[in-house]
């Protein structure tokens, strides 16, 4: 008996990624889509169908062949209703009915989550997580996002916002974040955040930068930026990136401290300054860990990359 394939679709606010996978988790055709965000966001569900619809032709596959459809969303979830809502960035204020329009448009069973937490289960399955039971997963972007597994279940809290590591106090006088609330991580640790740090740090610093002069300057800088002049000893940039992977490992710490994850994974665009981020992490969650801890939870890069989304919608299927 040939073992059914899934089908994978990562929804996000610029560009809908879709994935054929084997029950394994292996890619086998991957497409994007551009995201129809007008008219509040009315056809994005009927372009998700026609595209799933075009290629299963293209390739001359059937409904029946599949076991199942994985949507990764932002938003809040109803999981019982089958609903999103408050997917702002899709320009989705009010609900709308995922599950029940692809399972009628495709006649395929749907299965969906929170986008941040499907990049957790991707990571978990088939990258850095090692398809361990225990993970937590946190992107930095631009914004700080998170995903927690438990058991090998993905924790949704009792009002679904369990992972919500970004909001995690770090500094309690500290940056104004968009939640309403003072120093959240979100503020420091990501793309956004370090670009407000360095500017903050700027405004106090009087030595010799060429993070200073570029500042000063006017000109416009990055997360990546900072540390790659982190890298070449920039003093500057070497005091925001170590105050950045301070606040961070920190943060980690105490998320390790409390769930003793097998592995802790870093991915997200700032998550791209490799070993030189990781090891100054590593050093502060240290500091901030349990004895226990240290020795039984270890801080990783994500390997996926863009694909971890895909990849754990599809997992979903898999959950059920």
Request: proline share 2%; hydrophobic share 40%; aromatic share 6%.
């Amino acid at each position: 008996m040939v073992e059914k394939k899934l089908i994978g679709v990562d929804l996000g606010g610029t560009t809908i990624k879709f994935a054929i996978l084997t029950a394994d988790g292996d890619i086998q055709q991957k497409w994007s889509i551009e995201t129809n965000v007008l008219a509040d966001g009315q056809m994005i569900i009927p372009d998700i169908v026609d595209s799933i619809n075009h290629h299963l032709k293209m390739y001359e596959m059937t409904a029946d062949q599949f076991s199942g459809i994985g949507l990764g969303s932002p938003g809040t979830i109803n999981f019982k209703e089958g609903t999103i809502k408050g997917a702002y960035n899709l320009n989705w204020t009010n609900s709308v009915y995922p599950v029940r329009d692809i399972e009628k448009g495709t006649g395929i069973p749907v299965t969906i989550e929170n986008d941040a937490n499907v990049a957790a289960l991707g990571e978990r399955w088939k990258g850095a997580g090692n398809n361990a039971d225990d993970v937590v997963f946190v992107t930095l972007g631009t914004g700080v996002g998170g995903g927690i597994i438990a058991n090998g279940n993905i924790l949704h809290g009792a009002s679904g916002a369990a992972g919500e590591i970004g909001h995690v106090t770090v500094e309690p006088d500290g940056f104004l974040c968009t939640c309403g609330k003072r120093g959240c991580l979100e503020t420091i640790a990501s793309a956004t955040g370090i670009v407000h740090v360095a500017r903050d740090r700027a405004s106090e610093y009087a030595g010799d930068s060429e993070l200073k002069a570029m500042l000063d300057d006017g000109q416009d800088i990055s997360a990546k930026d900072v540390f790659d002049l982190a890298k070449k000893n920039d003093d500057l940039a070497s005091i925001v990136a170590d105050y950045v992977c301070d606040s961070l490992g920190f943060a980690l710490a105490n998320v390790a401290n409390s769930l003793n994850p097998k592995y802790v994974v870093i991915g997200g665009g700032v998550s791209a300054a490799g070993d030189f981020l990781l090891d100054k992490v590593n050093k502060a969650m240290r500091v901030n860990e349990f004895a226990t801890i240290k020795d039984s939870t270890e801080l990783r890069l994500a390997s996926l990359g863009n694909g971890a989304g895909v990849i754990g919608a599809a997992s979903l299927i898999k959950m059920k």
